[in-house]
């Protein structure tokens, strides 16, 4: 999982965030989870900052050592819980591209967002909630395009005032 707010252990490093859980839940040796440290730092765009320590990194940068967090036990699925939301827009971009990289590898990303043109460009399905209800779901296309939906398309209606759509 990754959670909006990077949460990632202040007293240790970018790759000591990574191989702490790889050596004690998953019984990888130190040489072992370094090395998967290291992949996903360079995955994330991140191997030159493996000896930072959280206070050093950018907000952006925490988020993608959660994902290379994330990323290293290999899993079915990641859960994005608003990976965005206490970010500059600068910052966002570059989480969205890891995002983006993660979804055309073929990667399965359950993603809560309010970053409606990211999730209509690379999701393969959306669900729209308001008040811990489903109120619609289907392709982007679908829900943006054609709302079923009262609630959906007064939704999507606002945010074409503010975005593009």
């Known amino acids: 999982m990754v959670f909006q707010d990077s949460n990632l252990f202040a007293h240790l490093t970018a790759k000591k965030n990574i191989t702490l859980g790889l050596k004690k839940v998953l019984g990888l040796s130190a040489d072992e989870a370094e090395e998967k440290a ?46 965005t939301s206490a970010l500059d827009p600068e910052l966002i ?29 690379v999701a393969s399905r959306l669900t729209f909630l308001e008040d811990g209800e489903i109120r619609e779901r289907g392709p982007p296309e679908q829900l ?12 999507l209606g606002e945010l074409a005032e503010e975005y593009w759509w």
């Open 38 to 83: 290291i992949e996903h730092l360079e995955q994330v765009g991140l191997a030159d900052q493996r000896d930072s320590y959280p206070a050093e990194l950018s907000g952006g940068q925490k988020q993608r050592v959660g994902i290379a967090r994330a990323l290293a036990i290999d899993p079915e699925l990641i859960l994005f819980d608003e990976p």
């Open 93 to 121: 971009a570059e989480v969205l591209s890891v995002m983006r990289d993660l979804a055309e590898q073929g990667t399965t990303m359950l993603c809560v967002t309010h970053q409606m043109d990211f999730a209509r460009s």
């Open 144 to 155: 943006f395009e054609n709302p079923s939906h009262e609630r959906t398309k007064q939704f």
